[in-house]
């Protein structure tokens, strides 16, 4: 096996996103650009996209970092918006799009059409996520968009089985594709929760890092296999896992935090930075495969079901949004829509970005255009087979390839690079990052109260006692603690331009590096060895960290 053109890729790919950081252009829109580009020139070798290893190997672990990262309070407070757009609207937009699809393309049979509804019916919101991080969306539509593509692909993937059972004829049914989709989204939540409570209590029962480490890059691929084996959702299973590790992650111990964070900050870089570049790469190969339809026709047929896409999204969040609190009291009463009592984080409908009454249309604006698909949708696609059951090749399999990659393609081009635009002419309020950081002195002043008081109690016991240099060094971090978070809402020096925060971390980044110079001298004089020296940096690296957090924006 060659493993020069993975190697190409993955440091490819790389550069490009780190180069995306200096440019107003998001990475996930650079590096599908940069892959079409590629994809021409002479030499590149063929990259093509395997639903084999997309699917079990780089969607559990793209999964698992981004329920980690999400919020279970936030989500369980917008479970009806989330479950609206990631069960919802993938089945209406399987449905609708897949009509309209029948409805344009001459000779296209409904089954395939309903194929192809499926496979371009769940958003990937990585650039959707990202972009809105980026202009500062309101932290409810994050929330809201994160959670929708959490589990919308479950929807999609079982969906499109279904459909993909009626189009080679295995004699599928409503009523065994409703059953076939019960089994996987309550088998898949099931294995999850299943595994979430053991692993949960080998991961802090676990002391040596490696196989902590270990433990932490196995979770998602052993709950997406183990869902997979008795026919349940892996996608369900890999997310529930996360949520729960990720919601009691203080549990762990503070060291394998710390690696993980920075070990899963690495996976998820190069699998997106991968992802995406193969997003582009894969041109020439639809293209070949176009057969009897000609580029005229093709692109009709591209631009139509692109239309379809959009419209479809705005078809259903609008609706989504406003029909249930029309007609439930009990939903305007519990999301704050009558009496003025809402607030951002209470669970409104789709996109509400905190207005008293529920009813400001630039929430719902936003997650409609939001909805850019990705690289889900494409190994899905490839994942169709050549032949049906009874031999026969799978009708316009081809032209649903094309149309799966254009359509991600367009709505990664026209909805990514106008959607910073359109959040900005919106004006939509963002985080107030003064009441932020004021929350966050609060909640640290009350943190480091209930710390003096009992380290307090502590040194009442003769046990406890440490000389007094020690201990007004224990006194003293918790008064930096404190005390950083309120300097940050005062003023900047006048001379540099610093706030209290970037003067401190600055100068105790110098101290360390003085400190770092002196160890490395003595090891190329031999007055200590390798080890000691290895040792003696770990400990300052862990002290230039903690610096850096305490006054971490």
Not at 127 to 140: E, F, H, K, M, N
Request: contains cysteine; hydrophobic residues 50%.
């Amino acid at each position: 096996m060659d493993v020069l053109p993975l190697v190409a890729l993955i440091a490819a790919s790389a550069v490009v996103a780190g180069a995306a950081r200096r440019t107003p252009v998001p990475a996930p829109l650079l590096l599908v650009g940069v892959g079409l580009i590629a994809s021409y020139v002479p030499g590149v070798p063929d990259y093509h996209l395997d639903p084999h290893i997309v699917l079990p190997l780089i969607l559990p672990p793209l999964l698992h970092t981004a329920a980690l990262e999400s919020s279970y309070l936030d989500l369980r407070a917008n479970i009806r918006p989330v479950a609206l757009l990631s069960v919802g609207y993938v089945l209406f937009a399987t449905l609708a799009v897949g009509w309209l699809a029948y409805l344009l393309i001459p000779d296209l049979p409904l089954t395939a059409a309903l194929v192809l509804g499926a496979v371009i019916a769940p958003p990937d919101a990585v650039a959707a996520t990202a972009i809105a991080r980026r202009v500062g969306l309101p932290s409810r539509i994050t929330t809201i968009l994160q959670g929708e593509s959490l589990v919308n692909d479950a929807t999609a993937i079982t969906a499109f089985k279904v459909a993909l059972a009626a189009a080679v004829g295995e004699g599928a049914s409503w009523a065994g594709g409703v059953q076939e989709f019960l089994v996987a989204a309550v088998g898949g939540v099931g294995v999850g929760l299943l595994l979430m409570v053991p692993i949960h209590w080998l991961r802090t029962h676990l002391k040596e890092a490696m196989l902590q480490n270990t433990l932490s890059l196995l979770i998602p691929f052993v709950a997406y296999a183990a869902a997979e084996q008795v026919h349940a959702s892996g996608v369900l299973a890999v997310v529930v896992v996360a949520l729960y590790l990720g919601h009691r992650s203080w549990q762990v111990d503070f060291e394998t935090r710390l690696q993980e964070a920075a070990v899963w900050k690495v996976v998820a870089f190069i699998l997106e930075s991968a992802v995406f570049a193969l997003i582009g790469l894969q041109l020439p190969v639809v293209l070949k495969g176009l057969g009897e339809y000609s580029v005229g026709q093709a692109a009709w047929y591209a631009a139509g079901v692109f239309v379809f896409v959009v419209v479809v999204r705005f078809a259903w969040c609008y609706p989504a949004t406003y029909l249930p609190r029309a007609v439930s009291a009990r939903i305007r009463r519990r999301e704050g829509t009558e009496g003025h009592e809402g607030n951002e984080g209470n669970g409104r409908g789709i996109g509400s970005v905190g207005d008293a009454d529920g009813t400001d249309w630039r929430g719902p604006l936003i997650v409609s255009w939001a909805g850019m698909r990705g690289v889900v949708s494409l190994a899905i696609a490839f994942s169709i087979p050549l032949v049906m059951e009874d031999g026969e090749p799978f009708p316009a399999r081809n032209l649903v390839l094309f149309l799966t990659f254009t359509t991600v393609i367009g709505t990664l081009v026209v909805q990514g690079l106008s959607l910073p635009w359109l959040i900005r002419v919106l004006k939509l309020p963002g985080r107030d990052a003064q009441a932020q950081t004021l929350a966050e002195a609060q909640a640290q002043n009350a943190a480091s109260q209930a710390a003096e008081a009992r380290l307090e109690e502590l040194t009442r016991d003769e046990r406890n006692r440490l000389p007094q240099p020690l201990q007004d060094r224990l006194s003293t971090v918790l008064e930096r603690r404190r005390n950083s978070v309120w300097e940050r809402l005062g003023q900047s020096n006048p001379v540099t331009g610093e706030s209290a925060d970037d003067t401190y971390r600055r100068l105790a980044r110098e101290a360390i590096a003085a400190e770092r110079e002196v160890f490395v001298r003595m090891r190329d004089e031999r007055r200590i060895d390798d080890e000691m020296m290895r040792t003696l940096l770990r400990k300052l690296d862990l002290e230039e960290a903690a610096a850096y957090r305490e006054v971490e924006d």
